[in-house]
T-cell receptor, first 112, second 111 residues
Framework: KQEVTQIPAALSVPEGENLVLNCSFT??????LQWFRQDPGKGLTSLLL?????REQTSGRLNASLDKSSGRSTLYIAASQPGDSATYLC???????????FGDGTTLTVKP | DGGITQSPKYLFRKEGQNVTLSCEQN?????MYWYRQDPGQGLRLIYY???????QKGDIAEGYSVSREKKESFPLTVTSAQKNPTAFYLC??????????FGPGTRLTVT
């Protein structure tokens, strides 16, 4: 059974800092990995999707990498802003039934 | 405006009552999903459907039921058999196994 872990559970940084969020998974037979942002009490907003054949994806200040062999993905946020404060979740989709397994998320606080 | 709508945003029910949560999408996606989120935790899959008139149990299907009679709609019923129904419920859709898009969620409180 796939297990997804996100460490740390919470992170607080000053504005302007570059930071890395981590996501690890136990079964490397994945179809894709997706990073989401969730604001309190809201649904999830998709940030980046990495297919299993890809190594990284970029969107603006965000860069996500995938290393299937080691079961790891990282989300790099450049020049963080207070508006980046949210919970970030990763989800791994399996290759068989297409079910997704989510991590518990990392709650990011960017202080002005 | 394409997207996923969930209604209502907040729902309050007495213990022992069944309740149905609505999920509608106009993205023309084949696959739809229901997840449950508890405080401080990630999402857990309740049911999913990859095509009309077909659906499969997820990891925590006990006490829930679904139907998929139309491509756009995937309602979730929380039955009285669900032991701990108070949670935040999220609906999502996708084309095949591609990117998932989420609705705004329904917060259910059962007392």
């Amino acid at each position: 059974k796939q297990e997804v872990t996100q460490i740390p559970a919470a992170l607080s940084v000053p504005e302007g800092e570059n930071l890395v969020l981590n996501c690890s998974f136990t079964d490397s037979a994945i179809y894709n990995l997706q990073w989401f942002r969730q604001d309190p009490g809201k649904g999830l907003t998709s940030l980046l999707l990495i297919q299993s054949s890809q190594r990284e994806q970029t969107s603006g200040r965000l860069n996500a990498s995938l290393d299937k062999s080691s079961g790891r993905s990282t989300l790099y946020i450049a020049a963080s802003q207070p508006g980046d404060s949210a919970t970030y979740l990763c989800a791994v989709r399996d290759t068989n039934a297409g079910k997704s397994t989510f991590g518990d998320g990392t709650t990011l606080t960017v202080k002005p | 405006d394409g997207g996923i709508t969930q209604s209502p945003k907040y729902l309050f029910r007495k213990e022992g009552q069944n309740v149905t949560l609505s999920c509608e999408q106009n993205l023309n996606h084949d696959a739809m999903y229901w997840y449950r989120q508890d405080p401080g935790q990630g999402l857990r899959l309740i049911y999913y459907s990859q095509i009309v008139n077909d659906f499969q149990k997820g990891d925590i299907a006990e006490g829930y039921s679904v139907s998929r009679e139309k491509k756009e709609s995937f309602p979730l019923t929380v039955t009285s058999a669900q032991k701990n129904p108070t949670a935040f419920y999220l609906c999502a859709s996708s084309t095949g196994f591609s990117e998932q898009y989420f609705g705004p969620g329904t917060r259910l409180t059962v007392t």
